[in-house]
């Protein structure tokens, strides 16, 4: 055998008998904790073999979600879903031809079907709807879909620009959440629905109490149209909410009325309304004083499409 052969192979063998040692070492460690520690059940019992469970069930997900999950089975954004948004986002084509791969025949699903003689634009027309009638300043729409609520501090301010303007190119409102009303939502000139959560952020005095000066101020702008008050909210089931201090910055206490630097909870109900009498006297308090239609937003669950739906009467 010529001599480097011997060598390369003398190195192999020494190589494979180094790493068995190391190996039988680290199973030889893996042991000794896995029998020492006490806190996981299956690793104490089912010393270093144990570990692939954990392993195996990290590693899961991935293989459920890549060779298992169909298209539309995961939850809440299933892989069709998140395609399309993909898709969308690099401005490629979006649109599915060929049917769809949703069950339409649950109830209440929306569809568009061909018609032998559909309308053209130009013999339809939408009819304009007038929310809150009663209220000092009715606001009259022709728009059925608008921008729901998302408060500052949960999105950026260049976010809530392009929402706002977003909403007035489209003539449709935006919605500002329980963050309170702030110059970047009215600098677009869009219509806002002004949003009341329970800790009344923007239109609270220092009790945490309605501010009747601070409403009437935020319903002083032209681009406020409308009132809501949140009563729930789909990512909040019976839950208030806390912004954490360190959130809590100079221009955000300043936007919502608290304090610097210190945590804003939202109480899970409004310390006003524990009934429905009362849930219409506020109802009423906020639309003497502000003018605008008032309504509220409650959340309403549905077990069998594991969805939720927001209802809204003004
Ligand atoms: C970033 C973010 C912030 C939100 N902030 C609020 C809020 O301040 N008030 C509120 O009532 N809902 C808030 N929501 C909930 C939305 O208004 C909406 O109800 C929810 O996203 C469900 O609608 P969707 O299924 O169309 O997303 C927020 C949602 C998101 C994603």
Known sequence: MPESLRIVLEFLVYGFVLLLAALSLLILVFYIQDRLQTKHAVRHNFPVIGRLRYLFESFGEFFRQYFIALDREEMPFNRAQRSWVYRAAKNLDNTAAFGSTVDLRIPGTIYFTNSLYPLLDAETSVAPVTIGPLAAQPYT??????????????????????????????????????????????????????????????????????????????????????????????????????????????????????????????????????????????????????????????????????????????
């Open 141 to 314: 729409t022709t728009s059925f879909f608008h921008i729901s609520a998302m408060s500052y501090g949960a999105i950026s301010v260049p976010a809530i620009k392009a929402l706002a303007n977003g909403a007035r190119q489209a003539n449709i409102w935006l919605n500002t959440g329980e963050g309170g009303l702030t110059e970047y939502h009215l600098a677009a000139n869009c219509d806002l629905v002004f949003q009341i959560g329970t800790a009344k952020f923007g239109v609270r005095d220092s009790q945490g109490q309605l501010s009747e000066k601070r409403l009437r101020k935020v319903a002083s702008h032209a681009s406020v149209k409308m009132i809501e008050i949140k009563l729930s909210q789909g990512a909040k089931p019976g839950k208030g909410g806390i912004l954490p201090g360190e959130k809590v910055t100079e221009e955000i206490a300043a936007i919502r009325g608290i304090e610097i630097g210190q945590s804003a909870i939202s109480p899970n109900r409004f310390s006003e309304i524990s009934s429905s009498d009362e849930l219409l006297d506020f109802i009423e308090r906020v639309r003497t004083i502000s003018g605008r239609p008032t309504g509220i937003k409650v959340c309403r669950g549905q077990l069998s499409r594991a969805r939720t739906t927001i209802h809204r009467e003004f």
